[in-house]
């Protein structure tokens, strides 16, 4: 199924890349990472410094094709891609700039971090034709739901802080992220989407 949204994570964890939590999700059961995207904070292990050159990274884990395994609440995964930053609520990298504060609600992203999470969630909703402060209808369970959603909105209970963002605010930093890189927040939403388009394999595997 053609993705029609994306979920945003935290690790909760103060450290970690793309392999690291491959592992983690492996020990879960699961075929491998269920995040799509995984946006780095420098630290890559446990006892590592802050490296500003990983700062920010993108790496990507499932691949595009393959349905996510991140927000099992509210049947996410079948329609949703999955990007999350490495972190943890409270504790931000020493060395690290923090992330403004209108950008989360609980200090953990970087000020880099932040910056490519926006950056990053902008191209997807360009290259997939999304509205990131429009809305579409689950097709499972005919929910309305925003385009650009967090685990928490969904599985409040369980997920309380995850991802600790301000949503409303995201979005429109998202959009004008969009208007910067395509001139106008128009005329992508008019264009054919390009690329990572396609149906997404079914698995049958959780994330929250």
């Known amino acids: 199924m053609k993705p029609m ?32 995207r995984l946006v780095l904070n420098g630290k890559t292990g446990p006892k590592d410094a802050y490296d500003a050159k990983r700062d920010g990274v993108v790496e990507k884990g499932r691949p595009d094709h393959k349905q996510g395994a991140h927000c099992k609440a509210g049947g996410m995964n079948l329609c949703t891609f999955g990007v999350c930053c490495v972190g943890d609520p409270g504790t931000v990298p020493k060395g690290a700039k923090a992330a403004p504060s209108a950008l989360t609600k609980k200090p953990y992203l970087t000020a880099r971090q932040a910056d490519v999470l926006v950056d990053t969630v902008a191209r997807l909703c360009m290259d997939l034709g999304w509205d990131p402060r429009g809305t579409f209808v689950h097709p499972a369970t005919g929910r309305v739901v925003p385009v650009v959603t967090q685990h928490s909105d969904h599985d409040p209970g369980n997920k309380p802080f995850c991802a600790s963002l301000p949503m409303e605010a995201v979005r429109q930093q998202v959009a004008r992220r969009i208007e910067a890189l395509s001139g106008g927040i ?17 698995l049958a595997e959780g994330g929250g």
């Open 186 to 202: 128009g005329a992508w939403l008019d264009a054919e989407p390009e690329g990572g388009g396609g149906a997404v394999d079914g």
């Open 5 to 36: 949204g994306v979920v945003l994570h935290l690790t909760a964890s103060t450290f970690g890349n793309a392999a690291v939590v491959d592992k983690w999700h492996k020990q879960n059961g699961w075929s491998g990472i269920g995040y799509h």
